[in-house]
């Protein structure tokens, strides 16, 4: 193949030398054959046409377009294919002196005058041709491209991950035979759920691509934060090996919170629809590991009209470190999901054998 890319240029520049005024450059990709054939712009008014004969005997034809795009035909056999895509840059054959092949590599790098062309071809011979990060070749389909945007999508590039974004999260527990909890289970653990909000922010992530866009590996970093609204008048009190609750007759809390904040990193199967995450159906399933960086219990109750809060910060004995499955579906930036606790709330023995579990929706960033 390298020797099809430097023999073609040279020998072209050898044979137009004296009555071509300008070069075109073509890249044709047939079969697991890749040819780089110069194009000649002939001086005077003749109508531009140029037939190149290939060592397999087949034709291609190569035409202006009254619309200023190009017209290429190839004849292969009883097949005819047509192709029809805007101008290639124009090179002078002054350019041609300036031909470099880099063959250090795994992949062939041509420079051709102002032009920049990558040959790459994998362990399973399947090609790839870049020309000036417009035009892609890859497995023998020619797709021509003007910004960067568009390279990217008909590259099939990496794909979107579904993990950075901002999520609120409805909290709740269940109990040890798998079923939501009741004040039968803990009386000083029974939800306010209206209070029972969480919040997720999620800042970094990076996708591990499997198939193209549309299968891949996500992990990220993330902080998780877990509100749990108590619903009876009780102080949570915590000892070094138990935490419970002990009914306070003295107050009467407005707002009875415990409250649980962790760094979290994900593991997650991601697939997509399409390329265009703006119109692309995705579904993830993994787990997330997570580390606790704060906790704490807040009050707020009223006296002779006056408020006053109260703000313990300690463990409470919540798991240091937690992990929960995951799972979520969702449409362009948005995202349905929920979490099953795979480590209960608390260290184990040292408070009720409840298992966290959550529902959210999520705005990607």
């Given at each position: 193949m390298k020797t099809i890319l430097l023999s073609a240029a040279m020998f072209t520049f050898g044979f137009l030398g004296a009555q071509v005024k300008s070069t075109e450059k073509q890249i044709i990709v047939e079969g697991k054959d890749t040819t780089?054939?110069?194009n000649d712009l002939l001086e005077g008014d003749f109508k531009r046409q140029t037939i190149?004969?290939?060592?397999?005997?087949?034709?291609?034809?190569?035409?202006?377009?009254a619309d200023g795009n190009q017209k290429q035909t190839i004849i292969r056999g009883g097949d005819t294919t047509v192709i029809i895509s805007s101008k290639s840059d124009k090179i002078s054959l002054d350019d041609l002196g300036d031909l470099?092949?880099?063959?250090?590599?795994?992949?062939?790098?041509?420079?051709?005058g102002k032009m920049k062309i990558v040959v790459v071809e994998d362990?399973?011979?399947?090609?790839?041709?870049?020309i000036d990060e417009k035009v892609i070749v890859e497995?023998?389909?020619?797709?021509?491209?003007?910004?960067?945007?568009?390279?990217?999508?008909?590259k099939g590039g990496k794909g979107e991950g579904h993990w950075s974004g901002f999520g609120i999260t409805a909290n709740g527990f269940l109990n040890a035979d798998g079923k939501v909890s009741s004040g039968t289970d803990s009386y000083f653990l029974q939800q306010d759920y209206a209070r029972s909000i969480g919040f997720n922010f999620n800042l970094f992530e990076k996708r591990?691509?499997?198939?193209?866009?549309?299968?891949?590996?996500?992990?990220?970093?993330?902080?998780?934060?877990?509100?749990?609204?108590?619903?009876?008048?009780?102080?949570?009190?915590?000892?070094?090996?138990s935490t419970y609750g002990v009914e306070n007759t003295t107050l009467d809390y407005k707002?009875?919170?415990?409250?649980?904040?962790?760094?979290?990193?994900?593991?997650?199967?991601?697939?997509t629809t399409n390329s265009d995450n703006d119109k692309a159906w995705h579904l993830s399933a993994g787990v997330v590991g997570g580390i606790r960086v704060a906790s704490s219990w807040k009050?707020?109750?009223?006296?002779?009209?006056?408020?006053?809060?109260?703000?313990?910060?300690?463990?409470?004995?919540?798991?240091?470190?937690?992990?929960?499955?995951?799972?979520?579906?969702?449409?362009?930036?948005?995202?349905?999901?929920?979490?099953?606790?795979?480590?209960?709330?608390?260290?184990?023995?040292?408070?009720?054998?409840?298992?966290?579990?959550?529902?959210?929706?999520?705005?990607?960033?």
């Open positions: 780089t054939i110069i190149i004969r290939t060592a397999d005997k087949s034709k291609m034809t190569i035409e202006d377009l470099e092949i880099d063959e250090k590599s795994d992949s062939t790098k041509i420079k051709l362990k399973d011979k399947k090609k790839k041709v870049i497995n023998d389909e020619i797709v021509t491209n003007e910004n960067e945007e568009d390279l990217k999508k008909s591990f691509p499997i198939f193209r866009e549309y299968v891949g590996l996500t992990t990220g970093l993330g902080w998780q934060w877990n509100r749990y609204g108590l619903k009876n008048n009780v102080d949570v009190v915590y000892s070094s090996d707002k009875n919170v415990l409250r649980a904040s962790y760094i979290q990193v994900p593991l997650l199967l991601e697939f009050t707020k109750w009223e006296t002779d009209g006056k408020t006053s809060k109260n703000k313990d910060k300690s463990t409470y004995n919540f798991q240091p470190f937690q992990a929960y499955a995951t799972a979520m579906i969702g449409y362009g930036d948005w995202s349905l999901y929920v979490n099953y606790g795979l480590t209960e709330v608390f260290e184990k023995n040292k408070g009720p054998k409840f298992s966290p579990v959550q529902a959210g929706i999520k705005f990607d960033f």
